[in-house]
């Protein structure tokens, strides 16, 4: 498991055993959005502001590599949608391990999401792609949430079903929802073996979202895998170094503010 441990220790803080991940994966689902539209430049402003890494489909990989500035861990993104599909929660395999191994990944991602339609045929997928990380020692960051028809994605014991799924599928890390509060989530990461981290949710302003990471990794979570929360700000490197010294530094959300 020695290239495993390696690879980790490119996306997760060895010090810290936390992590600031910046998916980038948004322009598959979404469209050509605000702060993807020059995927260089955005890489730069993160890397500047101390992510840990980020996440990008196979074909960004080459559009946002940049030959120049700090460096950033690699997470090649597996699974894909779009909004314009009758059910945008069905997930699809897109890239394979290998195909991610030949890009220079330092780990791949997938998409589940519990109680969708097709959710046995993602979790089939996330058993596949788990079998080839575990043969080439590539670590697996699964991203999943309670999503579908009468399916409560704050609910509490609903994100802690979907932790207990990814854990039990072999993830490395698991992104999925903050479920509001700092008790409910201190049961939820206490219960799993592997690093929890939440997602950035739906955008909100700088001190709220950095007083909900902060809550979160006092309660025992790994960090943020956060997107558009991130890198649509005005000012994305110091939004993200403020995010980061939250992270890593424990900085108390206040303090981080006089940053920005």
Known sequence: MIGKEIRIERIINRNTGRSVIIPMDHGFSLG???????????????AKGGAN??????????????????DIGLIVHLSGSTSMNPDPNDKVIVCTVEEA?????????????????????MIESAGDIS???????????????????????NSPSAIGHCVRVAEELGADFIKTNYPGDSKSFAKIVSACSVPVMIAGGEKAGNLETLKVIR?????????VCMGRNAFQRKNTTLFVQAISRVVHKNLDPD?????L
């Open 32 to 46: 050509q959005i605000e702060g993807l539209t020059n995927m260089t430049e955005v890489i730069t402003a993160v």
């Open 101 to 121: 191994i030949a890009l220079g990944a330092d780990a791949v991602s997938i998409h589940v999401n519990l109680g969708a339609p097709n959710e046995s045929r």
């Open 131 to 153: 079998r080839a990380c575990m043969h080439w020692g590539i670590p697996l960051l699964i991203m999943i949430y309670p999503r579908g028809k009468n399916v409560d994605g």
């Open 255 to 259: 303090e981080a503010m006089e940053m």
């Open 53 to 70: 890494a980020i996440i990008l489909h196979k074909g960004m990989v080459k559009a946002g590599h940049r030959k120049h500035g700090k």
């Open 215 to 223: 809550d979160s990794v006092e309660a025992g979570g790994a960090g």
